[in-house]
């Protein structure tokens, strides 16, 4: 076959075909699909020539009529001879008749494809006809479509922004598919693979289940006597669930017919559905119910922010939302924080294993904490909300939670991934966590190793990261362990274990974390003990629900703290911080740099304290931070780099090795991105030193790391310059309304979204 160059530019050197993937097309079956697919070559260029065939002589007239196709095919021995590329799109059920009449004059070069809804039976009708499915033969399927029959209904646009799902054999030229993919992304498409077996089931789920149930509500309520009435007076609902039963009867019996094996799997699946929901409303069974359509619509949600690529489950990498702050802002006023994000997590799992109904009033609204209510949602729990930050969780009890029916997607929350690990070595069934590509490269073998000694079956990837593979049923014992790095998530996750194993268990850091699972276990009347730098635990029985106030996000709260120390005329309150001690790190740095912070109003709740922080402009000095403040203060020292960066005199920061394997290397980035911002920084193994000085504009890359970004954009408020800070999506994983909350406390940020194509 004749290939091209790829995309040549235009020169007097070429010859036309340069400018072509391909020379010749020939679509067998000239109907909505191949109209569209022969309209969408012609118009980019893919192929110098498309011909079309079709059994239907009115077809191809009307195809080179509407300028589908370049030309009719009059014979077909030359035609398929002259092709380089050959698509069918004609039913599935007549791939294998379509394949023999090809047969005697197809070149071995030739690429064949197809575009059939399923895919087992296309390899089938090639095994038939070849007696093997021939190396060049990619078979390929459009997830795109429409209700509609026919040439007349061709759309080049039809495939854009629309995934195509080739699913090569083992046997298949490489050439020959990424042929087939560069044609599709050609169209606009989105390229998937996948294998024979798995496309089938999942269209079988996706696709076929909900066409058939399209037409058997349409054909029921039809057979009804006041079957006209209904249809006049049908609503919105019954024409949006049923546009799809005006689809091609034919196509849609072949395609029963054709994956017939997982198509009656998913209609068992969705029948018992269907029953579980009839006897619920039979019994009155309210809460059974409502649990239905809670978890319905959360999963509904979750899917559609996969889609458009904005939830945890997407990978956060594929928009890309850049930050663009003006010089010259000062700071004033109340500043709202969400609710503490380590709080939210572990509350969240604490209500799930309670017996009975929770009320969590302030939780955050991140990404990363909805990933933990997404996992626990996909175990069985109910839960409402979060509506303004209160989520009400019916609790299924301590051994309640349930198999998901797949892997636990935790997008780039490393607090979900560790807490739960934990949580799920104890449990009866196995799981699969899995996170985006920031998440899998994060340490989880620090988790895997304690949990492991207390007998629980888990294996990391290659590299030491997710997916997290957990073996269910295992008998833990209770276990002694000297946690080799302070890290509050490996400890809570080593705690959460140790409430379903045999025996007590004691943790010793070798630095004070944070102690939020302790508060919260202790509140709930958990056998727990701490002195000094170790926990002990006992396990547990059954675990009550409870009422809950989150405080306000210290680490949220400490890019305003810094704002308005480093920016003249500021002065701002922030109210209802949780100011537990051992994330007062940052305040304490602050402070002996000469930072004025003043708590008031100092409070208890729900064994945390919280208070409210007020703060206004005052000179820094450099100092060398003291290790003890290390370990508490850990997620803010992007941002009290930054302070550094203001402050007279050499700040030196020792002991920050952990800050390598934060969502970022957190060292580097700061390190290129303040020296970007003219600012004289050296970059140690395990710390900085870095010079005060004068911030200048620029443009920095926060490389993805929420807690980065913002820092760069306290960095804003009094460089000379307007700073440009790219890779701020996942800001949203802990601090969504950063931007709005900021802008309307005197920052002046603005942000701005790219797509990035993939
Ligand atoms: P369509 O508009 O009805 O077109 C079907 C084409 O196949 C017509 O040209 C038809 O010829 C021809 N054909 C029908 N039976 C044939 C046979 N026994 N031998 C030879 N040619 C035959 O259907 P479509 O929607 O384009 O579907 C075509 C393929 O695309 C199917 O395999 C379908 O599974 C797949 N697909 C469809 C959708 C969708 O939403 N519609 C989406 C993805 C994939 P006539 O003109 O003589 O009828």
Redesign the pocket.
């Known amino acids: 076959m004749s290939i091209a160059k790829e995309n040549p530019k235009k020169s007097p050197g070429h010859t036309a075909d340069d400018f072509f993937m391909v020379r010749n097309t020939l679509i067998?079956?000239?109907?909505?699909?191949?109209?569209s697919l022969a309209k969408a070559l012609k118009e980019n260029g893919f192929s110098r020539t498309v011909v079309g065939f079709?059994?239907?002589q009115q077809?191809v007239e009307l195809g080179v009529q509407m300028g589908v196709i370049d030309r009719g095919c009059q014979d077909i021995k030359s035609a398929v001879t002259e092709a380089d590329l050959i698509i069918l799109?004609?039913?599935?059920?007549?791939t294998a008749?379509?394949l023999a009449m090809l047969k005697p004059y197809l070149n071995a070069e030739t690429i064949v494809s197809?575009?059939?809804?399923?895919k087992g039976s296309v390899i089938a009708a090639a095994v038939e006809v070849f007696g093997t499915v021939p190396a060049n033969f990619i078979p390929a399927?459009?997830?795109?479509?429409?209700?509609?029959?026919?040439?007349q209904?061709a759309n080049s646009q039809l495939f854009v922004k629309h995934k195509v799902i080739i699913t090569p054999h083992s046997l298949a030229s490489q050439q020959a598919t990424q042929m087939i993919a560069r044609m599709w992304q050609s169209t606009g498409a989105e390229i998937l693979q996948m294998d024979v077996k798995k496309h089938d089931e999942v269209l079988a789920a996706t696709s076929h289940l909900p066409h058939l149930l399209a037409f058997s509500l349409v054909d029921s309520l039809a057979q009804e006597s006041e079957s006209l009435d209904i249809f006049r007076y049908a609503a919105g609902g019954f024409r949006d669930f049923t546009r799809i039963a005006a689809?091609?009867p034919?196509?849609w019996s072949?395609?029963c017919g054709a994956n017939k094996h997982a198509v009656l799997q998913q209609i068992e699946i969705f029948s018992k559905g269907l029953n579980r929901l009839k006897q619920a409303i039979e019994a009155d069974d309210e809460q059974s119910i409502k649990g239905i359509f809670i978890r319905a619509r959360a999963a509904r949600e979750h899917f559609g922010k996969m889609l458009t690529g904005t939830a945890y489950a997407a990978d956060s990498q594929q928009k890309n939302i850049s930050f663009f702050i003006e010089p010259n802002s000062v700071l004033k006023g109340q500043i709202k924080v969400p609710g503490d994000k380590s709080i939210s997590h572990r509350a969240i799992i604490f209500a799930a294993l309670g017996d009975g109904i929770s009320e969590i009033n302030g939780f955050l609204n991140s990404e990363d904490s909805m990933a933990t209510v997404q996992a626990l949602r996909d175990m069985g729990v109910v839960i409402e909300g979060p509506h303004r930050g209160q989520l009400k969780v019916y609790g299924v009890g301590k051994d309640g939670l349930c198999p998901p029916s797949g892997d636990l997607c935790l997008g780039n929350s490393g607090t979900s991934m560790r807490l739960l690990t934990g949580l799920l070595a104890a449990q009866k069934f196995s799981t699969v966590l899995s996170g985006d590509h920031s998440l899998s490269s994060r340490p989880m073998e620090r988790i895997a190793e304690p949990l492991r000694k207390m007998g629980a079956e888990i294996s990391t990837s290659e590299n030491g990261g997710a997916p997290i593979h957990i073996k269910g049923g295992q008998t833990l014992q209770g276990i002694d362990y000297v946690m080799p790095i302070a890290s509050a998530q490996v400890k809570s996750s080593i705690m959460l274990a140790a409430l379903y194993a045999q025996g007590s268990s004691s943790i010793t850091q070798p630095a004070n974390t944070r102690n939020h699972t302790e508060v919260l276990m202790r509140t709930l009347g958990i056998d727990i003990e701490v002195t000094d730098k170790t926990v002990t635990i006992q396990p547990c029985g059954q675990l009550p629900s409870f009422t809950l106030a989150i405080p306000g996000d210290l680490s949220s709260a400490a890019f305003f703290i810094v704002g308005a120390t480093i920016c003249i005329g500021s002065n701002v309150v922030l109210k209802g911080i949780g100011v537990n001690p051992t994330r007062m790190g940052v305040i304490h740095i602050l402070k002996l740099m000469g930072a004025q912070i003043v708590l008031q109003n100092h409070r208890e709740i729900n064994g945390e304290a919280v208070a409210d922080i007020q703060v206004e402009y005052s000179t820094l000095q450099g100092i060398k931070i003291p290790r003890q403040y290390v370990s508490t203060a850990i997620d803010e020292f992007p941002v009290i780099f930054v302070a550094a960066s203001c402050a007279l005199g050499i700040t030196k920061i020792n002991g920050l090795s952990e800050l390598r394997h934060k969502e970022s290397d957190r060292i580097k980035v700061m390190v290129e991105g303040l020296r970007a911002l003219g600012i004289n920084i050296k970059e140690q193994n395990d710390g900085v030193i870095i010079e005060g000085g004068q911030l200048q504009g620029g443009i920095v890359d926060s490389k993805g790391d929420h807690r980065t970004a913002m820092a760069f954009a306290i960095a804003g408020l009094i460089a000379r310059g307007p700073i440009e800070i790219s890779n701020c999506s996942p800001v949203a994983t802990s601090f969504p309304e950063f931007v709005e909350n900021s802008a309307k406390a005197g920052l002046r940020i603005r942000k701005e979204e790219a797509n990035v194509s993939s």
Do not use: F, W
């Open positions: 067998i079956g000239l109907g909505m699909i191949g109209g079709d059994r239907s077809a799109a004609v039913p599935v059920k007549a008749k379509v197809d575009v059939g809804s399923t399927h459009p997830i795109a479509g429409s209700e509609k029959s026919g040439v209904s689809s091609d034919t196509m072949d395609v």
